[in-house]
């Protein structure tokens, strides 16, 4: 048995694509003859420092303080290099400022480097956020440097990127391991009290955070109203972003001034998200810039039968162009974002495949056998 150390900024119960992933990820290897320690921050101080879930040992680092979306922990390097002295190897998750000291120490004791890059962070903001985006992007190129291999989600993403392009030889594209919403009857009523009865419902599912562009679905509100007057509703889920306290506020504007055609749900348990994308006509992806890398959400509304207009960004259109199950948009443009909803709700059977024809694309198994490879 191998043991297998993973290194991220954020675990479960932290809600995003990236943790979500990670944390099947590590379950899938902890159930296939893999020894899995997670390696993360503390980053709600309620949280346990050490804890064991489905198997996978958690190491939670607490912070002496933190910036926007990082943390400064002085315990961090005598903690991961005790850590990676008992691991084989480790796969570190970028993005992720600590994973340069994560890469060195392992360096130090010869162990194999495995880079899982799933996004390029892109800040909003200031120019001091500006320069912290800088020396995280060079963090991440010397990071890169230092490791054995490379895995992005998909080759998509990898030769749109700056890093990554460079490295290709290095790189395997390995799709995240994403789950099937369980459907429940019982939760399915429930959910659909908590919702309009209005005809048309669009949807959006994630983190309140400047990335996701959720201002531009809520700006098609007065060209939809031209199509289907006042007989549709955009259902919002999602928890609030950490460090996006300013962008927060601008989406909170716009629902009170649209609120008579917006239903904010906020954060969604597990056993009501089958429920949320069965209620939907089509779930939307308005993301602008590359923190958005994949929209593991999308797939997950296709597995259940719903389709999926997404922005044009690398990696972000993959599913899309994969399946056929939607339409792809360019960045921060209501007016066409608006046009392609219309179209897609329209012409509905036009974009609905099977889930089975879905999820062979998504096969664990698959997915399975080229860690395996990587690791073995």
Not at 185 to 207: T, V
């Amino acid at each position: 048995m191998k043991n297998i150390l993973i290194s991220v900024s954020y675990y479960s119960p932290h809600i995003s694509g990236l943790t979500n992933s990670i944390k099947n990820l590590a379950s899938l290897l902890s159930q296939n003859e893999y020894k899995i320690t997670i390696l993360t921050t503390q980053h709600d101080k309620k949280l346990l420092i050490q804890s064991v879930e489905n198997n996978v040992e958690i190491k939670r680092i607490p912070y002496l303080f933190k910036y926007h979306k990082g943390f400064v922990m002085p315990r961090f390097i005598f903690e991961t290099f005790s850590l990676l002295r008992k691991n084989d190897e480790v796969i570190i998750v970028l993005p992720q400022l600590e994973g340069f000291i994560v890469a060195i120490l392992a360096k130090l004791l010869r162990k194999k480097i495995i880079i899982l890059y799933v996004c390029e962070v892109t800040l909003p903001g200031s120019f001091v956020t500006k320069i912290f985006e800088f020396i995280l992007r060079l963090f991440h190129k010397l990071t890169i440097l230092m490791s054995d291999n490379i895995v992005t989600l998909t080759s998509d993403f990898a030769k749109n990127n700056i890093l990554l392009a460079q490295k290709l030889s290095k790189v395997t594209s390995i799709l995240p391991i994403i789950n099937k919403p369980k459907f429940s009857s019982k939760m399915d009523e429930i959910f659909k009290k908590r919702i309009s009865n209005k005809k048309i419902k669009i949807g959006f599912i994630g983190r309140v955070s400047s990335e996701k562009g959720i201002e531009y679905l809520l700006e098609t509100i007065p060209l939809l109203q031209n199509e289907w007057g006042d007989n549709f509703i955009i259902v919002l889920a999602g928890s609030l972003g950490i460090g996006e306290s300013v962008y927060i506020k601008k989406i909170e504007m716009l629902i009170k001034k649209y609120k008579k055609y917006i239903c904010w749900l906020q954060s969604l348990e597990d056993n009501e998200l089958a429920s949320f994308y069965k209620s939907l006509d089509v779930l939307v992806l308005p993301s602008i810039n590359t923190t958005e890398a994949f929209g593991m959400v999308q797939v997950e509304a296709m597995l259940l039968g719903i389709p999926v207009v997404a922005s044009d960004l690398p990696g972000v259109r993959v599913p899309i162009k994969m399946t056929g199950m939607g339409d792809i948009v360019p960045l921060k443009n209501s007016r066409i974002l608006a046009d392609v909803i219309i179209r897609v709700i329209k012409n509905e059977k036009e974009f609905i495949k099977k889930s089975n024809d879905v999820a062979t694309y998504f096969d664990h198994q698959k997915i399975l056998h080229q860690w395996q490879k990587l690791l073995n």
